[in-house]
């Protein structure tokens, strides 16, 4: 092992106290972060304080700061608001309150703080840090403390969390709670949508955000909405002749046009509610990652914050984050939004800049000679309808006829392709499944009839969208290059399947909507054992071979292992998770939840590992088992994967329109060099497109799997935060050092 490496266990909190408070307003998913912070302290033998009602509860003192044990966060990690309590705190704004806070804080030891709120709470913390030798001088003075527990006592370290549901702080990809608010809205915008279609009426819905519009913008993307306004893009003169075109607003349209209009104005239902999967990672994550920054603290450590990169949880120095958080107000308040917009960051400009591709209204009838069919391949996955959507908008703007292709590549050697339209797609977005209709059929045995049909349809490009099955046609389409000048046409993939087992990708469109619905059947499993204690559940989930869904879903549900065919088991593991299990049950958390990916072992089933663990664990515990199966697959999109699915195909339908010129030469589309069959993947935060053709030696075909899979490295978190003694690496955390000292004009490019 490198020398460079460093593991958890190198990191001692011995002799440390951490304390961990909420402020400001509730988010879903700080209990998630609460949850973590305790454990992990713990877990690295540090004592870990509750600090009740927030900064209120600092100054206030008394039974408000209270040591938390292991089994006083269980239970919370589906719990939406904050637990522990949130207020406003003018005390804490005058000097006196943060001296009693001060005061408070020693006499119980705790020189570590992890702060989970806003830009507000996190810079309130900061300005603490910086008085802190002051507040304990003039505790010297006054005769409250001594000078020993002056010099004890002598740094205080701040490490912050965002949990805002506006996703208004600069530095970090998404805040706390952003994403349940999200589902929130989403869930509210599909109800409404049966009752506008039924009437013809026009709703008009209100958000919350504050100053960022960021919750408007992609519920706007995620629901197909006909208009957005947002602070970051207030309307032109003449917004409302443009209007008139798009749709009805209130009383001016009332008046003008005599549409029925109504107004919704969701209000606090958007702080409220369960938590989604990707905010009990993520808050999950962060949590664990401050903790490790306390621990690397030293005297001089600046305050520093931990953010959302791509998919790690880094840390930056938090007033400079702070301080762009501030530009961002400032550029607003002066009129410059075009700089304000930028200065949010990049996944803002291009959600911003999808949905302006997606407007009606920015439709050009300009022609073009290029026709692009659309296909899904493999099984269906939530979000595909959204992405056939933007993929024909798009394509319409660009001014390409786009023809759809029902049932995969069955389908397209049938002949069951048919131009599509703008209107066609419309109320895509929300639908689940595959409205195009999908198979698992791959073209290598009808090569010859699918080349026919590209030649009747006079296809120039393909965008197909699907799992591991569209990853292998492309290849085969690829490889039949040589024998059919049909196929020398510019090709994109999408990855689209919940088993998210698709290489150059770190997720595919769908997986997140999965995960949501095993989380949501984890959490009304554990709440049915509420009344039964000492009870273990096993859970069965798809995925193929990839681990994916049981690991994430299993950080993301709190379960106590997770058997994966990544991360290889045999029976003494199986006997020591039943012990583990066990002593669980000595304490007050008497229940268990054990998740199995479906393929993970041949031998050890799920049946069998329900029956060992019935009969190891006859006395103390008893079993129930559950297979989610295709539940998994059903229901509608998330607004994470709308949003994925809608933006990956708006820029794949770009990068299709670029290369069409790119290879149009003499009146016809010839394409056969590596870099016109391509997958597009998020790496890390980054959009790449990706030669499949390459992605071949990052391919396990046999198991239908990449042969590197950075989710894996989420596997010893899940362990810890379960108690389980484990090596957890603390440079794949996600850490990035060389940033620690960022400069400010840096952070928006982050």
Not at 482 to 502: D, G, H, K, Q, W
Request: with cysteine; charged share 20%.
């Amino acid at each position: 092992m490198p020398d460079t490496k460093k593991f958890i266990e190198n990191l001692s909190g011995a002799g440390k106290s951490i304390g961990v408070l909420t402020s400001g307003g509730d988010a879903q998913g700080m209990n998630a972060a609460v949850r973590a912070v305790v454990r992990m302290g713990i877990y690295v033998g540090a004592k870990v304080y509750f600090v009740h009602e927030g900064y209120q509860g600092m100054v206030d003192g008394g039974d408000n700061i209270k040591e938390a044990s292991w089994e006083s966060v269980s239970s919370m990690l589906q719990v939406g608001g904050t637990v522990i309590g949130s207020a406003r705190c003018k005390d804490f704004r005058a000097h006196e309150g943060r001296l009693r806070a001060a005061l408070n804080l020693v006499q119980r030891g705790i020189t570590n703080l992890c702060v989970i709120g806003g830009d507000g709470s996190l810079t309130g913390a900061n300005l603490f840090r910086e008085e802190w030798s002051g507040l304990l001088d003039e505790l010297v003075q006054s005769g409250q403390i001594s000078e020993e527990a002056a010099q004890t006592h002598s740094a205080l370290h701040i490490v912050g969390m965002v949990g805002s549901i506006d996703n208004d702080f600069c530095g970090t990809d998404m805040t706390i709670g952003t994403d349940s608010a999200l589902h929130r809205i989403i869930e509210v915008v599909d109800a409404i949508m049966t009752t506008a279609q039924s009437h013809q009426r026009t709703f008009v819905l209100e958000v919350m955000g504050r100053h960022c519009g960021y919750l408007a913008l992609v519920s706007a993307l995620a629901c197909g909405a006909d208009w957005v306004l947002i602070p970051e893009m207030p309307p032109k003169d003449g917004w409302e002749e443009q209007m008139y075109c798009v749709l009805s607003l209130l009383q001016l349209v009332v008046r003008c046009l005599g549409f029925d209009t109504r107004v919704t104005i969701l209000g606090h239902v958007q702080r409220g509610g369960t938590p989604s999967a990707f905010d009990r990672i993520l808050a999950s994550r962060m949590g664990v990652e401050a903790v490790l920054a306390l621990l690397e603290a030293s005297p001089g450590t600046p305050a520093c914050v931990v953010s959302l990169c791509g998919n790690q949880a880094v840390r930056l120095p938090l007033m400079e984050c702070v301080q762009m958080t501030q530009e961002v107000q400032k550029a607003m308040d002066e009129k410059r939004f075009e700089e304000a917009v930028k200065l949010r960051g990049r996944s803002f400009e291009n959600n911003l800049n999808t949905y302006k591709l997606l407007i009606k209204y920015n439709i050009y009838f300009s022609q073009s000679s290029f026709n692009v069919a659309v296909l899904n391949v493999g099984a269906p996955a939530a979000g595909m309808n959204a992405a056939v959507r933007s993929a024909v908008r798009v394509g319409i703007t660009e001014g390409h006829t786009l023809f759809a292709v029902n049932d995969g590549f069955e389908g397209f050697y049938k002949g069951q392709i048919k131009e599509i339209k703008w209107g066609d797609v419309g109320g895509w977005t929300g639908q689940g499944g595959s409205l195009l209709g999908t198979k698992r059929t791959l073209p290598a045995k009808h090569i010859d009839k699918i080349a026919e049909q590209m030649k009747i349809h006079n296809i120039n490009a393909l965008l197909v969208i699907g799992g591991f099955e569209a990853f292998e046609s492309l290849l085969q389409l690829v490889e039949a290059r040589s024998r059919y000048e049909e196929f020398c046409v510019p090709m994109c993939m999408l990855p689209a399947t919940i088993s998210n087992n698709v290489s150059g990708t770190d997720l595919s469109i769908g997986a997140d909507t999965s995960l949501n619905a095993i989380v949501e059947t984890c959490d009304r499993i554990k709440q049915s054992a509420s009344g039964t204690k000492r009870r273990v559940f096993i859970i069965e989930t798809m995925g193929g071979y990839c681990g994916y869904l049981a690991t994430v879903g299993g950080l993301a549900a709190g379960a106590d292992a997770a058997y994966i065919y990544e991360e290889p088991f045999d029976i003494r593991d199986l006997q020591s998770n039943v012990e583990h299990l066990t002593e669980k049950m000595k304490t007050s958390i008497q229940r268990g939840l054990v998740l199995r990916n479906e393929n993970c072992s041949e031998n050890y089933t799920t049946d069998f590992i329900y029956q060992l663990y019935s009969e190891e664990g006859k006395g103390v515990f008893d079993c129930r088992k559950n297979v989610l199966g295709h539940m998994q697959q059903g229901g509608a999109p998330s607004p994470f994967d709308r949003n994925f699915g809608t933006k990956i195909a708006a820029k794949a339908m770009q990068w299709i329109s670029k290369k069409l010129k790119e290879f149009y030469r003499e009146g016809r589309v010839f394409a056969n060099s590596e870099d016109s069959a391509c997958l597009l993947g998020m790496r890390r935060r980054a959009l790449v497109f990706q030669p499949v053709i390459q992605l071949k030696d990052e391919t396990d075909f046999v198991h239908r799997i990449p042969k590197e899979q950075w989710w894996l490295r989420l596997r010893p978190l899940m362990k810890i935060l379960a108690k389980y003694k484990t090596s957890y690496d603390v440079s794949d955390s996600g850490q990035l050092e060389h940033i620690v000292r960022l400069r400010t004009k840096d952070i928006s490019a982050i």
